[in-house]
T-cell receptor
């Protein structure tokens, strides 16, 4: 059974700090998604990656396929980054696709 | 920017009633998904849909659930006889090329079964 684990579950940091959220998964995957869930519940896709590293603004996502591990980094964190960050791995098998979600990391950035 | 929309935003129903949750995916997308999130828990995959048929479904998606794309734009999730434990936020998502692209999520429908 595929398991997706995230750490930490909760993270509080001061504005400007460098943030790292970790994600581990147990089976081989096609891709890994990082998602942001706002306090109101809406979900926004941040990254989808299957190898290496991607960067978008202050957000960086990396993945190590051999170690089944991915990290999401936020540089120069800001209170508006406060949200739940979720990783989800995608297993795709002959067009059949299924996302398995982690429990999320609740990030709070204090001004 | 195109977006996925869902209606209603909130629905309250009595146990045993049928509910239909509606989603309008992004217009040129081909792959469609339903997820649910019980309050305080993680998001769970329900079903994926491509080429007018279910391509994958989870153990949660039992005979009480069905999906269809009745008119080429709407994508619906029907729960035939709701149970208390169906209370959750239901998210629809779509993507153009399946696993080759990120998924775009709708804002969700909060379902409360009394």
């Amino acid at each position: 059974k595929n398991e997706v684990e995230q750490s930490p579950q909760n993270l509080t940091a001061q504005e400007g700090e460098f943030i790292t959220i970790n994600c581990s998964y147990s089976v081989g995957i096609s891709a890994l998604h990082w998602l942001q869930q706002h306090p109101g519940g809406g979900i926004v896709s941040l990254f989808m990656l299957s190898s290496g590293k991607k960067k978008h603004g202050r957000l960086i996502a990396t993945i190590n396929i051999q170690e089944k591990h991915s990290s999401l980094h936020i540089t120069a964190s800001h209170p508006r980054d406060s949200a739940v960050y979720i990783c989800a791995d995608l297993i795709s098998n002959f067009g059949n696709e299924k996302l398995t979600f982690g429990t999320g990391t609740r990030l709070t950035i204090i001004p | 920017e195109p977006e996925v929309t869902q209606t209603p935003s909130h629905q309250v129903t009595q146990m045993g009633q049928e509910v239909i949750l509606r989603c309008v995916p992004i217009s040129n997308h081909l792959y469609f998904y339903w997820y649910r999130q019980i309050l305080g828990q993680k998001v769970e995959f329900l079903v994926s849909f491509y080429n007018n048929e279910i391509s994958e479904k989870s153990e949660i998606f039992d005979d009480q659930f069905s999906v269809e794309r009745p008119d080429g734009s709407n994508f619906t999730l029907k729960i035939r006889s709701t149970k208390l434990e169906d209370s959750a936020m239901y998210f629809c998502a779509s993507t153009g090329q399946g696993s080759q692209e990120t998924q775009y999520f709708g804002p969700g429908t909060r379902l409360l079964v009394l």
